[in-house]
């Protein structure tokens, strides 16, 4: 099957029903093989998947420069995003700083571009608030980089209702992106309705719940050291048992359609199109050309009202938070 496209959001953005989040090729969840990670790349244009997330944060920089290599002989079939202004403390994975001064915005572009090896990128987001710069400013030097060519649209990454009305103020936004499961619906009580009032579209991170919805992640134990979900709260000791009683319902499902738990938990998502009236693009992330495959096939995969009344009521359920603790703070505007 190839993926059709849908328009994101009033933007006139159109990206691939179902994208690809390429984090995990070079972040977070361990070792990987650049090797497997170009196959998924050039699988998932094969199959239509043509809408690719990343950021500069990802690796530092090294996940831009792994979609380069791809992005050099297949610019033209790819809707490209990236992400500015989350930097990584050194030395410390407990803290985080953002920037969102206008000077950065200019300079992180600049180093995105030559990473990824293009002249354009489609989508740019802010990756994370900086609360010590009014995001008027930020996205007001953001607006600039599309003055400039650099940029055909924006975006915004886990913001609130306020923020993506102050930010709209400015420039158009085609896209919020942020967390949407079925375990995670916290955006559903005042940014999702936001999206849909001002034409804005949702892009979904994080649809299978870092793997745990897929009923396929390991005991924490068997992760690697560097595995990121070791410090996820819904994954600790204390709530993992109470947790995978939702993975469980989630694979009766499943079982009962013929169908993988990854599916069920990917179609959800798309159906929530259909429940908010806007577009919602999920962007699962994978290293494995069968996983890949796998969730392409979510796409036209259609719950009925029984199983949605199952489904909907599981995020009630989930306990503790979505991230771990983790000290944002500006960088104030340094280099």
């Not at 745990?212 to 819904?234: K, N, V, W």
Request: charged share 25%; hydrophobic share 45%.
């Amino acid at each position: 099957m190839t993926l059709a496209k849908v328009a994101l959001g009033d933007s006139g953005l159109h990206v691939s029903v179902q994208g690809l989040g390429c984090m995990g090729m070079s972040h977070a969840y361990g070792a990987s093989s650049d090797a497997e990670s170009v196959a998924v790349l050039l699988r998932a244009l094969s199959l239509g998947v043509s809408f690719w997330d990343t950021a500069d944060f990802y690796g530092q920089g090294a996940n831009e420069e792994l979609l380069g290599r791809v992005l050099r002989e297949r610019r033209a079939e790819i809707t490209l995003a990236t992400k500015f202004g989350l930097v990584a403390n050194r030395g410390d994975n407990t803290a985080r700083s953002v920037r969102g001064d206008p000077e950065y915005v200019h300079a992180a572009c600049d180093r995105s571009l030559a990473r990824l090896g293009v002249d354009v990128i489609d989508l740019y987001y802010m990756h994370r608030v900086d609360v010590t710069v009014p995001i008027e400013e930020t996205v007001g030097a953001m607006a600039d980089l599309v003055r400039a060519g650099k940029v055909r649209h924006l975006g915004l990454s886990e913001v609130t209702a306020t923020e993506l009305r102050r930010a709209q103020n400015i420039h158009p936004i085609a896209a919020v992106q942020s967390e949407w499961s079925l375990w995670s619906r916290d955006v559903e009580e005042s940014v999702v309705p936001a999206c849909r009032e001002l034409g804005v579209g949702f892009v979904s991170y994080s649809p299978l719940g870092r793997g745990f919805l897929t009923g396929q992640l390991p005991s924490l134990e068997r992760l690697e050291p560097g595995d990121f979900r070791r410090a996820q709260p819904r994954l600790q000791p204390d709530v993992i048992e109470q947790n995978r009683a939702i993975v469980r319902e989630v694979e009766n499902v499943a079982t009962a359609r013929g169908v993988s738990a990854a599916q069920i938990a990917l179609a959800w998502v798309h159906g929530r199109s259909a429940v908010w009236g806007i577009s919602v693009v999920p962007i699962p992330g994978t290293r494995r050309v069968r996983y890949l495959e796998q969730n392409v096939a979510a796409a036209s995969l259609e719950l009925s009202p029984a199983e949605l009344a199952r489904l909907d009521a599981l995020a009630a359920r989930a306990r503790g938070a979505r991230h771990p603790q983790i000290e944002l703070t500006s960088a104030g505007g340094r280099e």
